[in-house]
């Protein structure tokens, strides 16, 4: 190895170590009655989805598994949280308007049954997150339930 | 001759992309009996027929615009759905991103002023409140 090849990776892992001093925020806050699951009834098995699949990004208890600590994978995994609960927050169910609401389920509809969600680049690292069609059919007929349901 | 292949597989699969990526044809709706039959108010059906019809329709050749709203299909929607797609519709045009950029850059003239973005947002929130009984 010659002495530029060797300075760069020393560089690099400099740069790689300095970078662990900056971390995002966590996302873990209690869970309070606002929590979706306290707000509706909501079939056990689509209950577990929601939870395994779509809390990580969508709620305000991500799971953080060793790697998170990692910069600059703790920013990719801030980047995504900040982004899902934007779009939807199950921890902050309660506090959405009915027309809101039924508007989210819509979503999840949406984006479920596009396969759009969960996105695959969460699937590759969590393999039990990915949906099978009979799991794809439950959310969408929950999420139409639910909707009929708001309307009265 | 491998590399030759996989150069060929490449310019056909960017081909293919390209046709996924073709604007649609723009197709003004020309009166009611051509398009979908909607109990909307003029002023609210001139700005949809304008800006949003070539995509969001049963003609569309954007299989992707129809899943996500298809008002060819609205009066056999759920009211919950209906909701639902108000909602996204005022969402959408309020952030800008309908019509979408692409889309704009071959036809400006289909883009919202602020006017009829408010016109459509004050429809939607008519249209939600009755629909939620409130």
Not at chain 2, 12 to 29: L, S, T
């Given at each position: 190895m010659?002495?530029?090849?060797?300075?760069?990776?020393?560089?690099?892992?400099?740069?790689?170590a300095?970078?662990?001093?900056?971390q995002p925020?966590r996302?873990?806050?209690?869970?309070?009655n606002?929590?979706?699951?306290?707000?509706?009834?909501?079939?056990?098995?689509?209950?577990?989805?929601?939870?395994?699949?779509?809390?990580?990004?969508?709620s305000n208890?991500?799971?953080?598994?060793?790697?998170?600590?990692?910069?600059?994978?703790?920013?990719m995994?801030?980047?995504?949280?900040?982004?899902g609960?934007?779009?939807?927050?199950?921890s902050?169910?309660?506090?959405?308007?009915r027309?809101?609401?039924?508007?989210?389920?819509?979503?999840?509809?949406?984006?479920?049954?596009?396969?759009?969600?969960?996105?695959?680049?969460?699937?590759?690292?969590h393999?039990?997150?990915?949906?099978?069609?009979?799991?794809?059919?439950?959310?969408?007929?929950?999420?139409e339930e639910?909707?009929?349901?708001?309307?009265? | 001759?491998?590399?030759?292949?996989?150069l060929?597989?490449?310019l056909?699969?960017?081909?293919?992309?390209?046709?996924?990526?073709?604007?649609?044809?723009?197709?003004?709706?020309v009166?009611?009996?051509?398009?979908?039959?909607?109990?909307?108010?003029?002023?609210?059906?001139?700005?949809?027929?304008?800006?949003?019809?070539d995509?969001h329709?049963a003609?569309?050749?954007?299989?992707?615009?129809?899943?996500?709203?298809n008002?060819?299909?609205?009066?056999?929607?759920?009211?919950s759905?209906?909701?639902?797609?108000?909602?996204?519709?005022?969402?959408e045009?309020?952030e800008?991103k309908?019509?979408t950029?692409?889309?704009?850059?071959?036809y400006?003239e289909?883009?919202?002023?602020?006017?009829?973005?408010?016109?459509?947002?004050?429809?939607?929130?008519e249209?939600?409140?009755?629909?939620?009984?409130?």
């Open positions: 010659n002495k530029t090849v060797r300075t760069i990776i020393l560089l690099l892992i400099a740069a790689f300095i970078m662990q001093l900056f925020e996302n873990k806050a209690a869970v309070t606002d929590d979706i699951v306290f707000q509706m009834e909501i079939p056990q098995l689509v209950k577990k989805i929601i939870i395994t699949s779509c809390y990580d990004c969508h208890q991500t799971r953080y598994p060793w790697y998170a600590s990692l910069s600059p994978i703790s920013w995994i801030s980047d995504h949280v900040e982004d609960k934007e779009a939807l927050n199950f902050a169910w309660g506090q959405y308007s027309r809101e609401q039924i508007s989210l389920l819509d979503d999840i509809f949406n984006a479920v049954s596009s396969k759009g969600m969960p996105l695959m680049s969460y699937i590759i690292i393999k039990d997150a990915g949906l099978f069609d009979y799991e794809i059919e439950d959310v969408c007929s929950w999420t639910a909707a009929e349901n708001l309307m009265n | 001759m491998k590399r030759l292949s996989l060929s597989v490449l056909v699969a960017i081909i293919f992309a390209f046709q996924a990526f073709k604007a649609p044809e723009h197709n003004y709706v009166s009611a009996g051509d398009g979908p039959e909607l109990d909307f108010p003029e002023e609210v059906m001139a700005i949809l027929e304008r800006s949003c019809f995509c329709t003609e569309s050749s954007s299989t992707k615009a129809k899943a996500k709203l008002f060819s299909k609205w009066n056999k929607l759920k009211d759905k209906k909701v639902g797609k108000l909602d996204k519709i005022c969402k045009i309020k800008g309908m019509p950029k692409k889309y704009l850059s071959h400006p289909t883009k919202l002023s602020e006017k009829e973005t408010a016109l459509i947002c004050v429809w939607v929130d249209e939600v409140n009755k629909l939620l009984g409130d």
